[in-house]
């Protein structure tokens, strides 16, 4: 079965600081990988997708994400965070025609 | 392009009623799947319906159903409430079963 962790609970970085957010996923083929960000109270948005290709992908917000298959990874990255980066973002891994598992979710806070 | 849209936006029911919640697909998206996020947890697939016929179910009991109507709109109905079915409902929309999906807002549950 698909499976999603993110290790990381809560995270605090500084505004202009640098952010990465872990996942790790479990599926047997190649995985369609996502991340979502969600702020309190709304649904998700997408912020970036990894289906074939290069293992580095660029999302809207100046998030970037890369595909490492020998680590079973898809971790999340953005040079410099600003405050309105504060959420919570999930991980997922889906299928076509099929459900999305998402992570636990990893809460965001910057400090300025 | 019209996004997914829930309606309601939050509903406080008493345990053992029943509830239904309902969503308006994203434009040329005939695709809708149902999540069930309760707080502080990632979110869990309830179903899916394509072309109004259910392509998919999580593991939630029968009491959990739906419709799709031919508008490509969706209902989830959830017969005899109970408190742990307090939660954050979220309606995804994709075309043609595709595992990139599209967030609504959300319905809030309260369950007392």
């Known amino acids: 079965a698909q499976s999603v962790t993110q290790p990381d609970i809560h995270i605090t970085v500084s505004e202009g600081a640098s952010l990465e957010l872990r996942c790790n996923y479990s599926?047997?083929?190649?995985?369609?990988l996502f991340w979502y960000v969600q702020s309190p109270g709304q649904g998700l948005q997408l912020l970036l997708k990894?289906?074939?290709?290069?293992?580095l992908v660029q999302g809207i917000k100046g998030f970037e994400a890369e595909f490492k298959r020998s680590q079973s990874s898809f971790n999340l990255r953005k040079p410099s965070v600003h405050w309105s980066d504060a959420a919570e973002y999930f991980c997922?891994?889906?299928?076509?025609?099929?459900?999305?598992?998402f992570g636990a979710g990893t809460i965001l806070r910057v400090k300025s | 392009e019209t996004g997914v849209t829930q309606s309601p936006t939050h509903l406080i029911k008493t345990r053992g009623q029943q509830v239904t919640l309902r969503c308006s697909s994203q434009?040329?998206?005939?695709?809708v799947s149902w999540y069930q996020q309760a707080l502080g947890q990632g979110p869990q697939f309830i179903f899916q319906?394509?072309?109004?016929?259910?392509?998919g179910r999580g593991n939630f009991p029968p009491r959990f159903s739906g419709l799709q109507f031919p508008n490509y709109s969706s209902e989830l109905n959830v017969n005899a409430l109970e408190l742990d079915d307090s939660a954050l409902y979220l309606c995804?929309?994709?075309?043609?079963?595709?595992?990139?999906?599209?967030f609504g807002p959300g319905t809030r549950l309260t369950v007392t």
């Open positions: 995804a929309s994709s075309r043609d079963r595709a595992v990139e999906q599209y």
């Open positions: 599926y047997g083929a190649t995985p369609y």
């Open positions: 990894y289906f074939s290709g290069d293992t």
């Open positions: 997922a891994v889906g299928e076509r025609g099929n459900k999305l598992v």
């Open positions: 434009s040329g998206h005939n695709t």
């Open positions: 319906y394509y072309r109004e016929e259910e392509n």
